[in-house]
């Protein structure tokens, strides 16, 4: 198991969250390719999307619905800050994921992190777990709980 996808595991326990991690046959990066894996609804899957802090220098994690895109200016309005593109190399260094594969909990350190209130919509949501090819189904007062995400409103 690779040691990002063992971290989900671990903040999913920590947390006291019951989720299956599933292998799916295909890769899972975009959220097209997840909803078609996990035969869900676009707008079911939490899309991790990372920006650079400007003023902090970190990533902030935007959890969005599937279907929805994330506008930069309602973002920076939220975090307080103005935004900027992460790299893959800051992605990595202060989530231990990869760009493609990057999970809502389980990242090296604390991460602010805001969700998007259409993933509240659902009973069930789908994210990723760390890898390009592994997702979880996870009710969003869990995910919500688990990642310390706030709800806000960041999308276009």
């Not at 676009?42 to 895109?69: M, P, Y």
């Not at 190399?89 to 090296?108: C, K, M, N, Q, S």
């Not at 760390?130 to 990642?147: E, K, N």
């Amino acid at each position: 198991m690779s040691k990002s996808l063992a971290r989900v595991k671990a903040a999913l326990a920590a947390a006291g969250v019951q989720a299956e991690v599933r292998e799916m046959g295909s890769e899972t990066r975009t959220a097209e390719q997840a909803a078609a894996a996990a035969g869900c609804a676009l707008d079911q899957i939490a899309k991790s999307i990372i920006f650079r802090g400007e003023h902090s220098g970190h990533v902030v994690l935007f959890l969005t619905a599937g279907g929805n895109r994330v506008s930069p200016e309602k973002a920076s309005a939220v975090a307080g800050q103005p935004l900027g593109r992460a790299d893959a190399d800051l992605v990595r260094a202060e989530t231990g994921f990869a760009i493609g594969g990057v999970a809502p909990i389980g990242h090296l350190g604390p991460v602010r992190a805001f969700i998007d209130p259409r993933l509240a919509e659902f009973a069930t949501i789908w994210a990723a777990a760390g890898t390009p090819r592994h997702i979880f189904a996870i009710s969003p007062v869990d995910l919500i709980r688990a990642s310390g995400a706030v709800l806000a409103d960041f999308t276009l």
